[in-house]
């Protein structure tokens, strides 16, 4: 009976450990190929620059009983899945132009029912010249409630969303006068920065900024007249402005930013206040609390390396919901990329 019980027990504890490794593997994506065919497409190859800050992993997914989170991986390379869906897309009468995809993002989550997926990207198209045009630019995110299987109905509406947008391109050509040589669009981030005045200005303009347009075309929305700092940190917890020869405070709420002296002020809404962002390398950095926000791709995928910090799942919907982080202006749309987790001085 004791011999009887101790097998039972080591093959009770095999199978869990089993199923514990099993749920730790990987989960492939595919993008699936579409199956009707484009009546004109221009292009026949499709190249890939993937500068996702982490190339190994497109997000997180959740497995097995315990609902454990695993990385998601692509099937195959995501260059040789785009030049698929491309092939599957065109007829017998497909043109032989070339398109080039800057990948910025491509990365899936999970939360209770619901499933995102976000997408970022450049899309090109060689020019006979040799040069390349910009033909479209994606900056999308899909938040999919799922009525049974949140992680294959989630994977199903990102591989749409990938393919449509390779389709609608494939089917027109580049209405842009500009025109950009192969090295240009191998660093097009440094390229489109030269563009935004935030990032190329040597003085900023002092005032109020509602959102992340007006601030990197540097057009404030309102005059700042004084500021209150929070004690000696680098961080404005009052703004004012003057209206009809009196001061009034400004209600800080849907302001994105701050100009005061020079120096650029970020809102964060979970603090209440503006902090203080540092340039370095054509880049704004700053320290901030956050948490995880499923509507704010940057503050919840969890890659193994999000974003080129070395804090192991990133941000994920398990994390402490008030985490110091050090992030930057994503200059693409203004979202703050979290970079790597700070400890607190105190």
Do not use: W
Request: charged residues 25%.
């Amino acid at each position: 009976m004791k011999n009887y019980l101790k097998r039972l027990l080591f093959l009770s504890a095999l199978c869990f450990t089993v199923m514990i490794l099993a749920q730790k593997q990987p989960e492939q994506f595919t993008i699936s190929l579409p199956t009707k065919k484009l009546d004109k497409s221009y292009y026949k190859t499709i190249k890939v620059f993937d500068r996702r800050i982490d190339t190994t992993s497109l997000g997180t997914v959740r497995k097995g009983l315990l609902n454990n989170p695993v990385n998601l991986v692509a099937s195959k390379p995501l260059s040789d899945q785009f030049q698929e869906v491309l092939n599957n897309l065109n007829g017998e009468n497909a043109e032989n132009g070339t398109l080039v995809l800057y990948l910025r993002q491509l990365s899936f989550a999970e939360m209770a029912v619901h499933g995102y997926c976000y997408f970022q990207a450049f899309l090109f198209s060689k020019n006979e010249d040799g040069t390349y045009s910009l033909l479209d630019q994606a900056n999308q995110v899909i938040d999919h409630k799922a009525k049974s299987d949140v992680t294959k109905e989630m994977l199903q509406q990102g591989s749409e969303l990938l393919v449509d947008f390779i389709a609608v391109n494939a089917s027109k050509k580049p209405q842009s006068n500009q025109h950009y040589t192969y090295e240009q669009i191998k660093d097009f981030e440094r390229v489109a920065k030269e563009s935004i005045s935030i990032f190329h200005s040597s003085e900023l303009k002092d005032g109020v900024y509602n959102n992340y347009q007006s601030l990197k075309n540097q057009q404030p929305n309102k005059e700042l007249s004084r500021v209150k700092f929070y004690g000696n940190a680098p961080k404005i917890v009052r703004i004012y402005e003057t209206v009809n020869g009196e001061e009034k405070e400004i209600k800080k709420d849907d302001i994105y930013a701050i100009i005061y002296k020079g120096e650029l002020y970020l809102y964060l809404s979970i603090e209440n206040l503006f902090t203080k962002a540092e340039k370095k390398d054509n880049d704004y950095y700053i320290v901030g609390k956050i948490k995880a926000n499923p509507n704010s791709p940057n503050l919840m995928v969890a890659p193994a390396l999000p974003y080129g910090g070395g804090i192991g799942v990133g941000v994920s919907f398990t994390s402490n919901p008030l985490t110091l982080f050090e992030m930057k202006i994503d200059y693409f749309n203004g979202d703050f990329i979290p970079i790597r987790e700070v400890q607190s001085k105190r």
